[in-house]
């Protein structure tokens, strides 16, 4: 008669299958977003709670198809913060490692993140630091690589970037800041739309300050040297 495994075995048993249940779960997460529009994103969710009580707070978001929106916006953003989306394969290695040299020599602290790494991370996860979260943060990240084409990265993005407070998306954005649909967006307002991303509950698209001003303009003259929107057609 052959002996019952020890609860030893059995908990390394089990153990053994939390990766392959994790690579499941989070694969589910993903893949179906190739082709269905996320409701909402773990920032929103986020934002959302951190309003309760807040007076006259109010999350805006509408979503809109990559072709619904000018297609300004999508090159302002690549060439304002991932001049090499359509090369890369989710990380900018050379960015990655000006940012380290900085950091290191007590410069201002720089991020290095591509435009796929802040899908994976407004999408899925939280905002701060942290090994943990930067190493899941890498792993959506090569998930959506994997299983959407940049053309949809991009998408996702410009419907769930924050660009005010409680202000999500192109279609929010372009309501809330210019009265006007996404569609309709001109190459200078998706430069300032992109100049306030890294922080949009400091900088505003709508009365845009010295820095944003000066921002928006090296975006357009990137944008322009780039290509224009041109430069993603080829590679989506």
């Not at 707070?57 to 953003?77: C, G, H, K, M, T």
């Not at 940012?99 to 020599?105: H, M, V």
């Not at 006007?180 to 100049?195: D, F, H, I, W, Y």
């Not at 009365?207 to 990137?222: D, K, L």
Request: hydrophobic share 45%; net charge positive.
């Amino acid at each position: 008669m052959t002996p019952e495994p020890s609860r030893f075995r059995r908990w390394l048993r089990r153990l053994l299958w939390l990766p392959v249940v994790f690579v499941s779960v989070t694969f589910l997460q993903v893949a179906p977003l190739r082709f269905v529009d996320p409701p909402t994103s773990a920032f929103m969710l986020w934002r959302q709670v951190d309003g309760l009580g807040e007076e006259g707070f109010s999350l805006r978001q509408e979503w809109r198809d990559y072709d619904e929106i000018s297609a300004y916006l999508p090159i302002s953003v690549v060439a304002a913060e991932d001049q090499k989306f359509p090369q890369h394969h989710g990380f900018d290695l050379e960015a990655i490692d000006k940012a380290l040299a900085s950091n290191a020599e007590g410069g201002r602290v720089r991020g290095g993140s591509t435009i796929s790494q802040q899908v994976a991370k407004n999408l899925y996860l939280w905002s701060g630091g942290g090994y943990f979260r930067k190493a899941l943060e890498a792993w959506y990240t090569v998930l959506i690589e994997l299983t959407w084409p940049k053309q949809r990265i991009l998408e996702v993005y410009v419907n769930i970037a924050e660009f005010g407070d409680g202000v999500y998306g192109a279609e929010a954005a372009a309501q809330a800041f210019f009265n006007k649909p996404a569609s309709a967006l001109t190459a200078a307002e998706c430069a300032r739309l992109a100049a306030v991303l890294p922080n949009p509950k400091r900088y505003s698209a709508r009365s845009p300050g010295p820095y944003v001003q000066r921002r928006a303009a090296w975006i357009q003259r990137n944008a322009r040297n780039l290509g224009g929107p041109a430069y993603l057609d080829p590679t989506l």
